[in-house]
């Protein structure tokens, strides 16, 4: 008795991951099916029937998309001859007295290092490695002409990823998402229409289990597979990057601040504060209305679509209370007023962020996007919002 129980728990310890795992794999198995179909009656005609892409929209089913670089294999090799090369001049130097050798660096361990260098490469090394080098950059050249009908629809090898080229800090997953949710109203501008936001709460038709399946299904192209070549040849258009400052043609409110990443350039700190400091000012002079900034954050700017749903960012119910008595108790905000906070955080949202939420989720560019006059309406309407903060339990 002892012993089958014993190895009923045994077996019921084993094997759980396992049954876990069978369990979600169907999950997900069952979320992608349902996204495909989703895809195929809202996506398909502007992304088309594969995901590779039209006139309307760029390629989803995409190595760019999935960030895979065709040339890092190359480059990584043409990247170490390169260092090798230079640690062999080194080692010549030192031991033909030309150079001095480091504080770590002991002359006999540096002999048999070129003794190793010259076994790998030859009698010559250097020489050796030079025409390595030039191999690699035949075979890049062969490998840049082999993707020209890519190049041709605009993809560029010296930017590889899709979320690098957005400057995007977080997961592809989350990426999809947010791009479904609030849709790219921006993007009418470079597009023949804009991406659609598709979250019912941005007003569009789709519930969030439904972005959820979809954003699986996306997910699934690149799911265990090993892009190849002829699957960047398959696109058929990639993404557009807008001309610089084609965006919009509404006055800048901070230009010389937006998009940068403050956590990252602590000495762009100064011209933050002073930057957010001067609009605060020159709100001071306006009087917002609050109806209309309620528009602009549930019409056209799509805040709301984002700052609806407490996973995606922090809700908009209590912002205003959750500014004074959570933020604000924060050291590292020690000076600020509510109004600096609120402006800061809209123009730059890198500078501080929100505890809980990932950094360059929200758009980093309403700086040159609104008005002052827009700004203030917001403002007054997020000053409204000083309810009880649901975060705050
Ligand atoms: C009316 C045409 C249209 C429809 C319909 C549409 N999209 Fe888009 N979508 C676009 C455009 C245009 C872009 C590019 C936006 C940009 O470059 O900022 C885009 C971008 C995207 C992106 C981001 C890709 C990137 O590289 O930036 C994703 C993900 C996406 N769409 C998913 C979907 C899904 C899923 C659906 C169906 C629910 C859908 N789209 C329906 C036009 C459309
Ligand atoms: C694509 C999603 C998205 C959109 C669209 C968006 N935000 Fe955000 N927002 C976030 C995220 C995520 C955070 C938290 C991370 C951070 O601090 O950047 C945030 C933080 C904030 C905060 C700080 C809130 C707090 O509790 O600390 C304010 C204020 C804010 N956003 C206002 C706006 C306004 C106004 C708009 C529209 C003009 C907007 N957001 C559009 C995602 C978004």
New binding site residues.
């Given amino acids: 008795m002892f012993l089958a129980s014993m190895v009923l728990i045994g077996w019921v310890a084993i094997n759980e991951p396992g049954r876990m795992e069978a369990f979600s794999e169907q999950h997900l198995a069952r979320s992608v099916e349902k996204g495909a179909e989703?895809?195929a009656n809202?996506?398909a005609?502007?992304?088309g029937p594969q995901g590779l892409g039209s006139g309307?929209?760029?390629a989803?089913n995409?190595p760019?998309?999935f960030g895979i670089d065709f040339f890092a294999g190359i480059d990584a090799d043409i990247a170490s001859l390169e260092a090798a090369q230079q640690n062999i001049t080194h080692i010549q130097a030192v031991l033909s007295g030309e150079a001095e050798a480091g504080d770590d660096e002991d002359t006999d361990d540096l002999e048999a290092l070129l003794v190793t260098y010259t076994e790998e490469y030859g009698e010559d090394p250097l020489v050796a490695i030079d025409e390595m080098i030039a191999a690699k950059e035949t075979e890049r050249q062969s490998l840049q002409s082999q993707l020209q009908a890519a190049i041709d629809r605009g993809y560029d090898p010296e930017d590889p990823s899709?979320l690098s080229q957005?400057d995007w800090g977080g997961t592809l997953d989350a990426?999809?998402l947010t791009?479904?949710v609030s849709?790219?109203p921006?993007?009418k501008s470079?597009?023949?229409?804009?991406?659609?936001a598709?979250s019912q709460t941005a007003g569009g038709p789709?519930r969030q289990d439904q972005l959820q399946d979809?954003?699986n299904?996306?997910m699934n192209w690149g799911a265990e597979r090993t892009w190849t070549i002829e699957d960047l040849l398959a696109v058929q258009q990639f993404?557009?990057v807008?001309a610089e400052g084609g965006a919009s043609d509404v006055e800048s409110v901070a230009p010389e601040v937006s998009g940068i990443q403050a956590a990252e350039v602590p000495d762009q700190r100064q011209t933050i504060d002073d930057t957010v400091a001067a609009v605060v000012e020159e709100l001071d002079g306006l009087t917002g209305d609050p109806n209309n900034g309620q528009t602009l954050y549930t019409g056209s700017l799509a805040c709301s679509s984002c700052h609806n749903n407490a996973s995606i960012a922090p809700p908009t119910d209590g912002t205003y209370t959750r500014v004074t008595e959570t933020r604000l108790q924060d050291p590292a905000l020690a000076d600020y007023t509510e109004r600096h906070y609120l402006v800061e955080s809209i123009l730059v949202p890198n500078a501080y962020i929100s505890p809980g939420y990932p950094a360059n989720a929200m758009p980093q560019d309403f700086g040159t996007r609104l008005d002052a006059q827009s700004l203030a309406d917001i403002i007054a309407y997020l000053e409204s919002q000083d309810g009880p903060d649901p975060l705050a339990n």
Avoid: D
């Fill in positions: 989703l895809f809202n996506c005609e502007c992304h309307r929209a760029p989803l995409n760019h998309l899709r957005l990426f999809v791009t479904l849709g790219r921006v993007s470079y597009w023949p229409e804009p991406m659609p598709w789709l979809l954003t299904y996306v993404a557009k807008p």
